[in-house]
């Protein structure tokens, strides 16, 4: 099974750009049938989905955050990454990188689910 | 405040039996897959059950997931001390146009 990892800038100043990568080791991130996620927990809270990009750099962002994701996909160094830009304090939070197994069936309906997950890596605002 | 809605906590003791439920409507629950994710305290979640009701690989068949209508459920039998975590349930979301979580409810083994 694939395995990722978080890494990226730890602490990031309130207005600026929050830039995270993971990197996927263990097979190829254009193996057929994955989406690659970002998801993010505030501390003691609950998971927020922020959004995925396959290996052709299709994309889908969470409309509630939509307007300040961008995600890339670098497929020579098996690598997609996540720029938030605009950061409040109300961004700090663990992110966590995540395979996503994504589909439809029947009339429209869709499965989708993240295995496996990056251990994650702590992003904090300052003010 | 999460459109999928689950209890905050549940507890049992060693070899009980536990339901979690999650609530949602027609345009989670009702139309799209559940997936139930645990999370061990300082670590990340894992995925338990998907699809409703399928157990991925090296999921041991205590655990359980089951949906009707726009709610689903997942069970734990034969508790023990190492299913203490947070657990989630996930879904897509027509209306919203992507995944969401419900907030996630705390089981303690008593």
């Known amino acids: 099974q694939v395995q990722l990892q978080e890494s990226g800038s730890r602490l990031v100043k309130a207005s600026q750009t929050l830039s995270l990568t993971c990197t996927v080791s263990g097979g190829s991130i254009t193996r057929g049938g994955y989406s690659w996620s970002w998801i993010r927990q505030p501390l003691g809270k609950g998971l927020e989905w922020i959004g995925y990009i396959y290996d052709s750099g299709s994309t889908h962002f969470n409309p509630s955050l939509k307007s300040r994701v961008t995600m890339s996909v670098d497929r020579s160094k098996n690598q997609f990454s996540l720029k938030l830009t605009s950061v409040t304090a109300a961004d700090t939070a663990l992110y966590y990188c995540?395979?996503?197994?994504?589909?439809?069936?029947?009339?429209?309906?869709?499965?989708?689910?993240?295995?496996?997950w990056g251990p994650g890596t702590l992003v904090t605002v300052s003010s | 405040q999460s459109v999928l809605t689950q209890p905050p906590s549940a507890s049992g003791t060693p070899g009980q039996r536990v339901t979690i439920s999650c609530s949602g409507s027609s345009s989670n629950i009702g139309s799209h897959t559940v997936n139930w994710y645990q999370q061990v305290p300082g670590t990340a979640p894992k995925l338990l059950i998907y699809?409703?009701?399928q157990r991925p690989s090296g999921v041991p068949d205590r655990f359980s997931g089951s949906k009707s209508g726009t709610s689903a459920s997942l069970a734990i039998s034969g508790l023990q001390s190492e299913d203490e975590a947070d657990y989630y349930c996930?879904?897509?979301?027509?209306?919203?146009?992507?995944?969401?979580f419900g907030a996630g409810t705390t089981l303690t083994v008593l």
């Open positions: 995540a395979a996503g197994v994504l589909g439809h069936y029947g009339d429209n309906s869709v499965y989708f689910w993240f295995d496996p």
């Open positions: 699809a409703d009701n």
């Open positions: 996930a879904a897509w979301d027509g209306t919203l146009n992507g995944n969401v």
